[in-house]
């Protein structure tokens, strides 16, 4: 990573922070664009180099993991299922190197309390699915309905993943985002190991 792109890193991190700290402080309806970027101690045309919106800095990780998954590189003629193992594992690379567990603590506690955010993700998992789909189609990689599946799979996985760890945070849990991610693949393995295709 270059210094330009670590000083970006950098700077996203500080205003996912400084967003976390307002909102439990005084609460997301209070929390504005203009007084994270004062305490950054940035413009808000900045900010907005960084995020759309303050729900997105407090979130980053909806947006990141859109990006990470539609510039996967995919050799011509992987298969569906080479296709949704590469997006698994892009997932989990994501979630490793890019999720900062610290903040995921916070965020999972201000998504119980904020029910606005649970919306906002929701949307955005929406916008995932999207994105995928047309990434993969435009390619020439899979069918249109194959695209839809994949696609659906990988923001079902995204969400349960966060579902199951901020339940599991309320209830005292110490597993990482990553740990959970790998828990949902085995079981989605072991889902799908009998299935042979076909409905009867």
Not at 83 to 96: A, D, E, P, S, V
Not at 102 to 124: C, D, F, Q, Y
Request: net charge negative; aromatic share 4%.
């Amino acid at each position: 990573m270059g210094i330009r792109d670590q000083r970006k890193m950098e700077t996203s991190r500080k205003i996912q922070a400084v967003a976390l700290d307002l909102v439990e402080e005084f609460g997301l309806e209070a929390t504005t664009v203009a007084r994270i970027a004062e305490k950054v101690g940035i413009s808000e045309r900045t900010f907005f180099r960084y995020f759309d919106s303050k729900e997105a800095a407090i979130v980053p990780g909806q947006g990141e993991i859109t990006e990470a998954l539609t510039s996967v590189e995919i050799a011509e003629g992987a298969t569906p299922a080479e296709i949704l193992q590469q997006m698994i594992q892009r997932c989990h690379k994501h979630i490793l190197s890019e999720v900062d567990q610290g903040a995921s603590s916070r965020i999972a506690s201000i998504m119980l309390n904020e029910p606005k955010l649970l919306l906002i993700a929701t949307r955005r998992e929406q916008e995932l699915v999207v994105e995928l789909r047309d990434s993969l189609r435009e390619r020439g990689l899979v069918t249109g309905m194959q695209g839809v599946l994949i696609a659906e799979l990988i923001a079902s996985m995204w969400r349960v993943t966060w579902q199951t760890y901020t339940h599991a945070q309320v209830a005292g849990g110490q597993q990482a985002p990553s740990d959970v991610f790998e828990i949902i693949v085995k079981e989605m393995a072991q889902i799908s190991s009998g299935f042979a295709g076909g409905a009867q």
